[in-house]
């Protein structure tokens, strides 16, 4: 009796199959990959942090201009600046050239939501150059606002001698008054 022979197929190809990885090194290479992705992740959820945070801490200001003697409107209110002049700052300081600068400011709100705006927290007062140093002034206000009538608020800072003639005046609105994704409004005094 013949015995049919087994068919085998010649070529190096039959006898090559694919090498796979043995169960440890598989989890040796999954552990590895574990590792690169959770800092790459961490990482993109403290970029995705830092920009939202960015953009509510630091919102983008839209500046308005004021020429001297005009008007500029902010927060529902008419502010102008009136006066300007330097004094001797009340402690003395031997070691820095300083002044105070005193900004006199007439604001009029238009309407009781003005009023409650002008006399609201949160407002900001700063005394800039030309080069964008930023000096930080405290407002003093004679009166409490009312709608319809003007009232004076005193801008006062403390800046180095050299400067005080030349720096300019900025308000800036509270930033509870924006709404999101618009710009926070400002007034840039021009000397």
Aim: charge should be positive; include cysteine; glycine fraction near 6%.
């Amino acid at each position: 009796m013949t015995r049919p022979q087994p068919i085998v197929q010649a070529g190096p190809e039959a006898e090559e199959r694919p090498e796979r990885l043995r169960p440890r090194d598989r989890r040796v290479l999954q552990a590895l990959a574990l590792l690169c992705a959770v800092p790459a992740v961490l990482v993109l959820h403290w970029v995705d942090a830092t920009n939202g945070i960015e953009k509510n801490l630091k919102p983008p200001e839209k500046v308005t201009s004021v020429r001297p003697g005009q008007i500029g409107e902010l927060i529902g209110a008419q502010w102008k600046v009136v006066g300007r002049r330097q004094a001797p700052p009340l402690a003395r300081d031997d070691a820095n050239d300083v002044v105070d600068l005193r900004v006199a400011v007439a604001v009029r709100p238009r309407d009781a939501a003005g009023a409650k705006s002008v006399a609201s927290y949160g407002i900001v007062y700063r005394l800039v150059d030309d080069e964008g140093r930023e000096w930080s002034a405290l407002a003093i206000p004679e009166g409490t606002p009312r709608a319809g009538v003007a009232m004076r608020v005193i801008v006062k800072g403390t800046v180095p001698r050299t400067k005080a003639d030349s720096l300019e005046l900025v308000i800036q609105a509270p930033k509870t008054s924006r709404k999101a994704g618009d710009p926070l409004p400002s007034l840039r005094f021009e000397h």
